[in-house]
């Protein structure tokens, strides 16, 4: 489980005499995803304290108990914190290049960057700057529309 690997889920032992949720959760899978073929999907309708997950790696396997130990795509703080993060990266690359800077802070529209460029030529290495700097605060730019001016 990638969650797992990335450090999201210490495995620790979590029993405790206090009273806890669990997280409930879900598989979802994308067989025509490039990034993510499976992803895990949790129902945080409901206002919980805590947040834990029983998972297994496979149906005759034991049920182990995980408390998540990062935001949860999908609470309700979850978008301002991808903001802030957008906002963070922004003012880090004011030093380094000012016009980057300035479109990861004015740029985007929920998930979406919407800039552009006066030629094929600096629209490519706008996209690669602005990949950079973004990968570097681990926001991954996965694709790229362009649109050309007729005449």
Known sequence: MNMMKQGMLPNKNLNSSKQEYFLPHHAVQKK????????VVFDVSYDQSLQKIAWRNSSDSVVKEYRLSTVTYGTSSAP???????????????????????IIENSFYMDDLMAGAKSNKKAIALIQNLSETLDAGGFHLRKCLKSLKMS
Do not use: P
Request: with cysteine; aromatic share 4%.
């Open 32 to 39: 025509n995803s490039i990034t993510t073929k499976l992803r």
């Open 80 to 102: 301002f914190l991808a903001t802030r993060c957008l906002h963070q990266i922004g003012l880090h690359s004011q030093n380094i290049n000012l016009e980057i800077s300035h």
